[in-house]
């Protein structure tokens, strides 16, 4: 065989292989997307507006105390996993003990001053709403280094499994729940901290016999070293934190709990988006360090660059579905929810930027330069502080979603040409900055439209467009399903 042959036979097997990697991880999100189908109206019905807008609440609290627990070292996990002369085991205990220390501080400081935070959360407070709240974050830690493990070993039918089995247990809750405590948003708080900690079990246990015959051993990366790389972690993950949040607080602060819990729900209908953008986050991140470390510079970046082409078709193409057919996944949530329809189509844009960006960002991880994440964060926080002041009090939801989707657009530029300035990859922008702009003046037209049936049909025009703009990427794209469709067909011949 030539040399030539070898390099392409290598090359597809390659492909291959990062395909059905991405398949083994996505098969199991997308059944969680089918079993959230289920949750959400089960929810919604059971919730009103107003209870659903404090199980928001829920989750942006506990989410912020997480952030300052982890110390970015869940970063740092990723980063040092595959450097030589690193012992798995070590690592892993390095990364887990500060945070739970850490954890268990904030958590203490959380319940002695549980009245005034509940009282602002949820407008109520006792231990029926304490307890929910230090068990979900404590669990959380756990939880967020035992699945980075299975990630790092790129176990996706494990991962995939695992997030299947949380979601199951997640529906079956919320129905016991509901039946006991009613129209109240301590069924999904309860929900979420039991369907966590029984999964967390489940992977705790099966860590410790998987990792039984491996000893914690000195090695030659220090905790200094770890918090070094984590710690600049904080301020980029809590700006984003805010990014994702100040929507939802804002909303709250100028109406109340009903419209958050609306737009809470049109953030629900995102999971469509947002369970391919969990998907690709739990591949994506191993795969680029692993390609960034073992692969030549150049060889890299067009790798690299050749699958950014492909994801950011695939995500247009996703965004200008979903608004196209958002009347009919509206009628789901129930009637009192309908108003969501008119916050999707700007909404859409945060996680399809936000998957754009776990690409264009990898230059930054790389170089650990983390403060260009920050600057970055510091001008979109702006921007949507801004955005949310002038136009919540105008367009409630509305509003919010458009500033939203104006601080993502500003988020992704600005870390995308910091990224480059760390780790130049030539990646082809024309067609995605066409089709972004090309869905922006459709996402205007379907937010003012309530002409649901002309609404679709201008969508699918417009991603027929959006097709013809990326035809080369799209003739791309069918010639590697279809190698890979063949070689499968070959292999189990």
Not at 86 to 103: A, D, G, S, Y
Not at 223 to 231: A, C, M, P, S, V
Not at 391 to 398: A, D, Q, S, T
């Amino acid at each position: 065989m030539s040399i030539k042959n070898k390099e392409e036979g290598s090359s597809d097997k390659n492909k291959d292989g990062l395909l059905s990697s991405f398949i083994k991880y996505f098969y199991g999100n997308f059944v969680v997307l089918l079993l959230g189908l289920i949750q959400l109206p089960l929810t919604t019905r059971v919730l009103k507006t107003e209870e659903y807008g404090k199980t928001t609440m829920f989750t942006t609290a506990v989410s912020v105390i997480y952030i300052f627990a982890i110390l970015g070292l869940d970063q740092a996990y990723i980063r040092y996993f595959y450097k030589e002369g690193v012992k798995r085991k070590t690592l892993f205990v390095q990364c887990l003990m500060p945070p739970l220390i850490l954890i268990l501080i904030l958590t203490l400081i959380y319940t002695a001053f549980s009245d005034h935070f509940n009282d602002f959360l949820f407008g109520e407070n006792g231990l029926s709403i304490i307890i929910p709240v230090v068990a979900y974050t404590v669990i959380s830690v756990f939880e967020r280094f035992l699945f980075l493990n299975i990630r790092m070993e790129q176990n996706g039918v494990l991962y995939s499994n695992l997030n299947i089995l949380s979601k199951v247990l997640n529906i079956s809750f919320i129905i016991l729940l509901a039946g006991l405590l009613g129209s109240d948003f301590r069924v999904v708080m309860y929900a979420m901290t039991l369907s966590l900690g029984t999964v967390t079990l489940i992977t705790g246990i099966r860590y410790l016999y998987v990792t039984k015959d491996e000893r914690v051993l000195r090695h030659n990366v220090s905790e200094r070293e770890l918090l070094r790389y984590g710690i600049p972690f904080i301020p980029m993950l809590l700006m984003e934190w805010l990014l994702s949040s100040m929507d939802k607080w804002s909303i709250k602060i100028f109406n109340d709990f009903s419209e958050t819990g609306i737009y809470g729900s049109a953030m629900q209908i995102m999971t469509i988006i947002l369970t391919v953008k969990i998907t690709f986050v739990a591949f994506w991140s191993p795969v680029a360090m692993e390609k960034y470390e073992k692969l030549p510079d150049e060889e890299c970046k067009l790798f690299f660059a050749e699958v950014f082409d492909k994801v950011q078709f695939l995500c247009m193409c996703a965004a200008f579905m979903l608004t196209s057919f958002r009347g009919v996944i509206v009628l789901i949530l129930g009637r009192d929810y309908r108003e969501a329809v008119s916050i999707i189509p700007f909404l859409t844009l945060m996680p399809i930027l936000s998957i754009m960006f776990e690409m264009t960002g990898q230059g930054v991880k790389f170089t650990g330069k983390i403060k260009y994440f920050n600057y970055a964060s510091l001008a979109a926080i702006i921007c949507n502080l801004i955005g949310n002041a002038i136009l919540v009090p105008l367009y409630k939801g509305v509003g919010a979603a458009l500033a939203t989707a104006i601080t993502y657009i500003v988020y992704f530029a600005i870390g995308t040409m910091f990224s480059k300035k760390c780790y130049p990859v030539d990646y082809r922008f024309g067609e995605f900055v066409i089709s972004l702009l090309l869905y922006v003046v459709y996402a205007f037209y379907a937010t003012v439209t309530k002409d649901q049936i002309i609404s679709a049909l201008v969508g699918i025009v417009m991603l027929i467009i959006c097709c013809f703009i990326n035809r080369r990427t799209l003739k791309s794209l069918w010639s590697y399903v279809a190698e890979f469709v063949k070689n499968t067909g070959k292999k189990r011949a």
